[in-house]
């Protein structure tokens, strides 16, 4: 009877301790870390892989090492121009992995996240009501930087890392951006305008220069027509004092009968003349004396 109790309460006590293992089995993944603590008090650094806490007495808590993203929610900030901007921003930071830094985000601060859209909306107000709203938009990367720099700053001993800050919105009020929108319109259309007055002036000088350029080709073309007329009667002019010395009239006469010849004139001569004589005569040639002539003149 007593062998049959103390096989089953041996078989209870395994039963215990297997249960006691499995629940005291602990994992942790690589983008984790994990921090021990013995009945409240701290008492190891868990990295990833396989660990066993002791269960009731052992607590673990395992915190996220990867870059995690905060919206800082929109809030309404007054600017310096005295205007109301609807600001909104997104923070990325990372708890780093080294022990002590572990340590410091779940020991030095209290709940990292809310901590952290806390200081990005108190640091958001004091940046941007120092700017006017047309500023504070078209300096957004200067925000940016300045964000960045004071939560780092402030937040050294918190075991975390903020990798960047930036903002997500800045809306103006309603009338105002219509009146911005308004603004920009104006100003589009005005660009648009020059450059169609530019256009239009490129064009009209262009083609000005194409006329001054065809009244030059015009203009260098009589040029050039005119020198070789000139250069043709210069021609003539030397041929008729080289070949025609004191000849001015026979010329002339070589001249008629071409232009005579050439319109068809009609010339009425006696039956005997020879016609070489005719054209001869006409040209002022002494004409060829015939046989009968000949004979005539010798008698």
């Known amino acids: ?51 066993w806490v002791i269960p009731v007495i052992d607590h673990m808590y395992q915190i996220n090492t990867t870059e995690q993203m905060i919206d800082a929610e929109p809030q309404e900030i007054i600017t310096n ?24 985000s779940q020991y030095n601060v209290n709940n990292v996240n809310s901590q952290i859209v806390n200081l990005a909306r108190t640091t958001l107000r004091n940046i941007i009501g120092t700017l006017t709203l047309k500023s504070a938009n078209s300096e957004r990367g200067k925000i940016n930087d300045e964000l960045h720099r004071i939560l780092i700053q402030e937040t050294s001993s918190w075991g975390i890392d903020i990798v960047r800050a930036e903002l997500k919105e800045i809306d103006p009020p309603k009338d105002v951006q219509d009146t911005m929108n308004k603004i920009v319109k104006a100003e589009n259309e005005k660009i648009a305008a020059i450059d169609f007055a530019t256009a239009a002036e490129t064009t009209a000088d262009g083609e000005k220069r194409a006329s001054i350029k065809k009244a030059e080709g015009v203009r260098q073309a009589k040029i050039l027509e005119a020198e070789g007329e000139a250069e043709a009667i210069r021609l003539v002019n030397d041929a008729a004092n080289k070949y025609f010395v004191g000849n001015a009239q026979l010329l002339k006469r070589l001249d008629t009968v071409q232009s005579s010849l050439e319109n068809n004139s009609k010339v009425v001569i006696s039956g005997n003349t020879e016609l070489v004589n005719v054209i001869g005569d006409l040209a002022g040639v002494v004409p060829l004396k015939t046989p009968g002539t000949a004979e005539k003149s010798a008698v």
């Not at 602990?26 to 984790?32: A, D, K, L």
């Not at 870390?33 to 650094?45: A, I, N, Q």
Request: hydrophobic content about 45%; overall charge positive.
């Open 1 to 51: 009877m007593e062998d049959a109790h103390s096989l089953g309460t041996s078989v209870i006590i395994g039963i215990a301790l297997v249960a006691i293992f499995f629940i005291g089995i602990r994992i942790i993944r690589p983008t984790h870390r994990g921090l021990v603590e013995r009945l409240g008090k701290y008492k190891k650094f868990a990295s990833p892989g396989f660990h």
């Open 81 to 104: 121009d005295n205007l109301n901007a609807m600001v909104d921003a997104q923070i990325y930071y990372r708890v780093k992995p080294d022990e002590e830094s572990v340590k410091s």
